[in-house]
C-alpha cells in the first residue's frame, strides 16, 4: 500500500521492501515518479508517509499529499532513532 520506512542498517530488509526507485527533481523525493502524502492517527499523534495513489492507504483517512524536499547543507544535524 506505499507505507514508507526506514531502517537503520543491521536488521535485513522485509519481503517486499523497496530501496531503489528513489529520485530528486528540483529537490523533490519520489519514489518512481510517485509523490508522497501524510496520513494522521500514528503512534502518539504523529502522522505516517505512504506513497501517493490510495485515498486510504494502510485503512488510514483525512491524508494529504505533502512534498518532500531535499536540500544540502555542510552542517548537518544527527539524528538517533528508536532502538
Not at 49 to 54: A, E
Not at 56 to 72: E, F, I, L, S
Request: proline fraction near 5%; include cysteine.
Amino acid at each position: 500500500m506505499g507505507k514508507i520506512g526506514y531502517v537503520k542498517g543491521a536488521e535485513p530488509l522485509g519481503r517486499y521492501w523497496e530501496t531503489k526507485g528513489w529520485t530528486l527533481t528540483n529537490n523533490e523525493l519520489k519514489f518512481h515518479d510517485t509523490g508522497l502524502q501524510a496520513c494522521p492517527g500514528s503512534i502518539d499523534g504523529a502522522w505516517s508517509l505512504w506513497l501517493q495513489g490510495s485515498a486510504t492507504p494502510g485503512w488510514n483517512q483525512n491524508c494529504t499529499g505533502v512534498v518532500t524536499v531535499a536540500k544540502a547543507t555542510e552542517d548537518p544535524i544527527g539524528c538517533l532513532y528508536t532502538q
